[in-house]
């Protein structure tokens, strides 16, 4: 009992959420007018008063006549839904069989893995960047799927070229005329690089980056003799003279040999096979061991400071074998005229 009136008999009730319309006023206004209007409330619901009484006070009646439409616009109640624990959706992942092929070898696994990155991950097995997955990394696998993983490997070789080595003939002063000798060159090196693409340890690819020129090439040299030498005593004083290496030849003693000359002479003693730039042919000698004779022959052995003696028969010119002759020029040949 308060102030001689019975107190209200209390009722239990489901918790609501009231959710009011903001208005489109000011929003410091509108929550003054919200507070005063619960505090009437719960002051008459202290002091006894009912639904009816409030309605009626002062306080009640000022405000509604603040603040007429909002008051009675509708409410929207909102009730709280949760879904019970039972009934969450659970997700099953069931393990697939599948074959995997790397580093050489095949493994059969069951895995709850669903993509090939994945299964590999969980079987420790990592990737290079240039490596290659089949089927493709991200793709979706099935039960009784084949994952191959191939190795991609990048290696850089270099191949050494040898450089022609180019050759040089000059004229030497010092050296007797006839006489060549050649300074042998050096070759040059080239480096050629490439680069080599390997799948599983085996070639599949060669890309060629280009060369460069580690070393020149030396060129041989030739040196040609221009000295002229003259003997200074005895029947030939006077005379050009030089020394040879000789050999002999006879009429068919070989192939490619009969009994003409180049000149047109029967083959023989006397007719000897000469290089025509070193001695002409034409040219009357003397040769030390032989005898007279006339530049007559040539032969495709015979280059430089060689000469080839003839011969009546084979068994002679077995017999005079290989030697170093001196040779004297009595009387140099002059080359034919050509007829015009």
Known sequence: MRGGMPSPAYARADATVVVLPTPAGGSSRWLALLILTVTVAVSGAATGYSASHL???????????????????????VRPTVPPADRLPVLVQRPIPLTVAVDG????????????????????????????????ASTSLWSGARVRVVRIERTFTM????????????????????????????HGVKVQRFLNTLA??????????????????????TRVGTKVLIASRGQFAGHEVMTLVATAYSPYCCKGVDSATAIGLRAGYGVVAVDPRVIPLRSRLYIEGYGYAIAGDTGGAIKGLRIDLGMDTLRAAKQFGRRTVRVYIIEKGKPKKKRS
């Open 55 to 77: 309605r009626r006070a002062p306080a009640v009646q000022a405000v509604r006549r603040a603040v007429p439409q909002v008051l009675h616009r509708p409410l929207t109640v």
């Open 159 to 186: 191949t050494l070229v040898a450089l022609p080595v180019p050759s040089v003939s000059k004229k030497d002063p010092t050296l007797p005329r006839g006489m060549v000798r050649v300074d042998p060159g050096r």
């Open 105 to 136: 070898q095949v493994r059969q696994i069951t895995t709850t893995a669903r993509t090939s990155r994945q299964a590999l991950a969980r079987m420790g097995v990592t990737l290079g960047p240039a490596d290659r997955v089949f089927p493709s």
């Open 200 to 221: 599983d340890r085996k070639l599949v690819s060669t890309t060629y980056l280009g060369q460069e020129v580690s070393r020149q090439s030396t060129p041989s040299v």
